[in-house]
Nanobody
Framework: QVQLVESGGGLVQAGGSLRLSCAAS????????MGWFRQAPGKEREFVAA???????AYKDSVKGRFTISRDNAKNTVYLQMNSLKPEDTAVYYC???????????????????WGQGTQVTVSS
């Protein structure tokens, strides 16, 4: 069983920055690929970024160059640094753990085994 707890969401003006954190329970954190997803009202959950077991990142095209995903295995934590935020980034952001993908990362929610409760990010114009 893996428990994930997100933090760091909030209200920010367009152009601002936020850093999301996701703390994971369990001793095998370094064996998980980790992902960030988001869901806006009335929309499906969508992939934002992911990082493989070995630390290789992948991003949704619209956040490339603005968002950075990273992980600290010693702290069992994954981060999402979000810069140059836009109103369209407004959503509930979820972190997720993928225990099955051995190489690379997946952008499909169905590939992730555990999910956090989500943290709200609101970007005002």
């Amino acid at each position: 069983q893996v428990q994930l707890v997100e933090s760091g969401g909030g209200l920010v003006q367009a152009g601002g920055s936020l850093r999301l954190s996701c703390a994971a329970s369990g001793r095998a954190f370094s064996n998980y690929a980790m992902g960030w997803f988001r869901q806006a009202p009335g929309k499906e959950r969508e992939f934002v970024a992911a990082i493989s077991r070995r630390g290789s990142p992948a991003y949704k095209d619209s956040v490339k160059g603005r968002f950075t995903i990273s992980r600290d295995n010693a702290k069992n934590t994954v981060y999402l640094q979000m810069n140059s935020l836009k109103p369209e980034d407004t959503a509930v952001y979820y972190c997720a753990a993928d225990l099955r993908t051995n190489y690379g990362v997946s952008s499909r929610p169905s590939e992730y085994d555990y999910w956090g409760q989500g943290t709200q990010v609101t970007v005002s114009s």
